[in-house]
């Protein structure tokens, strides 16, 4: 990765990616595989907040698959110059198995030996999976990291779902906030997670507890949907509340807990963006991950479907005709018809799960939780909806 200087913005970029996160890394990753001059452009440091990143990623087989081709899949963390062995925890966890709990006697548990695969998903660390990222894109020399946006062929923003290059262009972002927050931090607890993934739909809250550090942890990741009030007022609240708060929550599933780190949340919604291409004054420009949509995480799929749409883009410039520039709209559209499709699918059962949950009415709760029993009953129906999740859709 060759070092910003004055005279980078005057070469001639193939592509310019916006935004220099995980899907932005990514995809500058696959597009420079393939011989094409790719400028990244960091955005500008998020403020401080105080604390440690509590974030923690479900990431599927196909999300694992793309990021071992590229170098970056954080099996072991990256070690200073010069020091020894580290004791830190691993910082990706297999899950083993999943228990997702209704609010009254529906469950559904999914392990990763009927799938006939040693894990049906992995918790990688945030922090881990960007130096990761970070250290493939230094090795590669087809990508130069740039504070300003170069003009090039093709202009990808990668920004999140708050870009603001995607609002200078007038690119319509349709967003429809949820009446919850997610609420994040990191517990210990007194019993081991044996490698299980949590998830609690109760009284109208989603509570999900990951396992980290490893099959053997006992550390996990909260991510807790509930209003924003609540959420609110458990952000001001003595940590030792909080984690009595979880601990009872789950039903003592992990034994006593206690946070490793301060609680973090952030507003829910749903949100797409209408066109994902367009044809600027300066060339064409497409939309990726959290800049062209966003969901509910209940489902754990938010950054799949980034890295799916890294993908895909990738896929679609490699198999162009020798004949078309990057920036032709009609090749363009043929990425924008293949990942709207999916992530509007994805979008609708994510929203759907959320609404049907957030029904109080005795009959609705006796229906969700009969359903989610028959389910669990179904093998064949199971099955599909674990490769599902797994990103096994073939």
Same mark, same amino acid.
């Given at each position: 990765?060759?070092?910003?200087?004055?005279?980078?913005?005057?070469?001639?970029?193939?592509?310019?990616?916006?935004?220099?996160?995980?899907?932005?890394?990514?995809?500058?990753?696959?597009?420079?595989?393939?011989?094409?001059?790719?400028?990244?452009?960091?955005?500008?440091?998020?403020?401080?907040?105080?604390?440690?990143?509590?974030?923690?990623?479900?990431?599927?087989?196909?999300?694992?698959?793309? *990021?071992?081709?590229?170098?970056?899949?954080?099996?072991?963390?990256?070690?200073?110059?010069?020091?020894?062995?580290?004791?830190?925890?691993?910082?990706?966890?297999?899950?083993?198995?999943?228990?997702?709990?209704?609010? +009254?006697?529906?469950? *559904?548990?999914?392990?990763?030996?009927?799938?006939?695969?040693?894990?049906?998903?992995?918790?990688?660390?945030?922090?881990? *999976?960007?130096?990761?990222?970070?250290?493939?894109?230094?090795?590669?020399? +087809?990508?130069?990291?740039?504070?300003?946006?170069?003009?090039?062929?093709?202009?990808?923003?990668?920004?999140?779902?708050?870009?603001?290059?995607?609002?200078?262009?007038?690119?319509?972002?349709?967003?429809?906030?949820?009446?919850?927050?997610?609420?994040?931090?990191?517990?210990?607890?007194?019993?081991?997670?044996?490698?299980?993934?949590?998830?609690?739909?109760?009284?109208? @809250?989603?509570?999900?507890?990951?396992?980290?550090?490893?099959?053997?942890?006992?550390?996990?990741?909260?991510?807790?949907?509930?209003?924003?009030?609540?959420?609110?007022?458990?952000?001001?609240?003595?940590?030792?509340?909080?984690?009595?708060?979880?601990?009872?929550?789950?039903?003592?599933?992990? +034994?006593?807990?206690?946070?490793?780190?301060?609680?973090?949340?952030?507003?829910? @919604?749903?949100?797409?963006?209408?066109?994902?291409?367009?044809?600027?004054?300066?060339?064409?420009?497409?939309?990726?991950?959290?800049?062209?949509?966003?969901?509910?995480?209940?489902?754990?799929?938010?950054?799949?479907? +980034?890295?799916?749409?890294?993908?895909?883009?990738?896929?679609?410039?490699?198999?162009?005709?020798?004949?078309? @520039?990057?920036?032709?709209?009609?090749?363009?559209?043929?990425?924008?018809?293949?990942?709207?499709?999916?992530?509007?699918?994805?979008?609708?059962?994510?929203?759907?799960?959320?609404?049907?949950?957030?029904?109080?009415?005795?009959?609705?709760?006796?229906?969700?939780?009969?359903?989610?029993?028959?389910?669990?009953?179904?093998?064949?129906?199971?099955?599909?909806?674990?490769?599902?999740?797994?990103?096994?859709?073939?």
């Amino acid at each position: 990765m060759s070092q910003a200087s004055p005279r980078s913005t005057h070469r001639r970029f193939d592509v310019t990616i916006r935004g220099g996160g995980v899907v932005g890394h990514t995809l500058a990753l696959l597009l420079a595989r393939d011989r094409l001059r790719v400028a990244l452009v960091d955005a500008p440091p998020r403020p401080a907040t105080g604390g440690a990143d509590v974030r923690a990623y479900a990431l599927n087989a196909a999300a694992r698959d793309l *990021l071992r081709s590229v170098r970056a899949w954080p099996e072991d963390t990256l070690a200073p110059a010069g020091a020894g062995t580290s004791d830190a925890p691993p910082t990706v966890t297999p899950v083993s198995g999943m228990e997702v709990f209704g609010d +009254g006697r529906g469950e *559904l548990r999914f392990g990763a030996a009927d799938q006939g695969t040693d894990a049906l998903t992995w918790i990688v660390d945030v922090p881990a *999976l960007e130096q990761r990222l970070a250290h493939a894109v230094h090795f590669q020399g +087809g990508i130069e990291c740039l504070n300003e946006a170069p003009p090039a062929a093709l202009t990808v923003i990668c920004e999140g779902k708050r870009s603001a290059t995607r609002a200078e262009l007038g690119m319509e972002f349709e967003v429809r906030p949820y009446p919850h927050k997610a609420l994040a931090t990191r517990l210990r607890c007194a019993r081991p997670h044996g490698g299980v993934a949590r998830q609690w739909f109760r009284n109208g @809250e989603i509570m999900a507890l990951l396992p980290l550090g490893g099959a053997q942890g006992n550390s996990v990741a909260l991510v807790w949907s509930l209003e924003t009030q609540q959420a609110d007022a458990w952000l001001a609240a003595a940590p030792e509340a909080l984690a009595q708060a979880v601990q009872e929550r789950c039903g003592q599933a992990l +034994g006593e807990m206690q946070l490793e780190s301060p609680a973090q949340a952030w507003p829910l @919604e749903l949100a797409r963006a209408r066109r994902w291409i367009a044809r600027t004054a300066q060339g064409s420009v497409a939309l990726a991950g959290d800049a062209a949509h966003a969901m509910h995480p209940l489902a754990g799929q938010g950054l799949n479907v +980034g890295l799916a749409d890294a993908a895909e883009l990738a896929r679609v410039l490699h198999e162009r005709e020798y004949w078309r @520039e990057l920036g032709d709209l009609k090749l363009l559209r043929r990425y924008e018809r293949a990942r709207q499709a999916d992530v509007n699918a994805m979008a609708w059962v994510t929203d759907g799960l959320f609404g049907l949950f957030a029904q109080t009415d005795s009959r609705i709760r006796s229906l969700r939780n009969w359903g989610m029993q028959g389910v669990d009953r179904l093998g064949p129906l199971k099955h599909w909806l674990a490769r599902q999740a797994m990103g096994q859709t073939g």
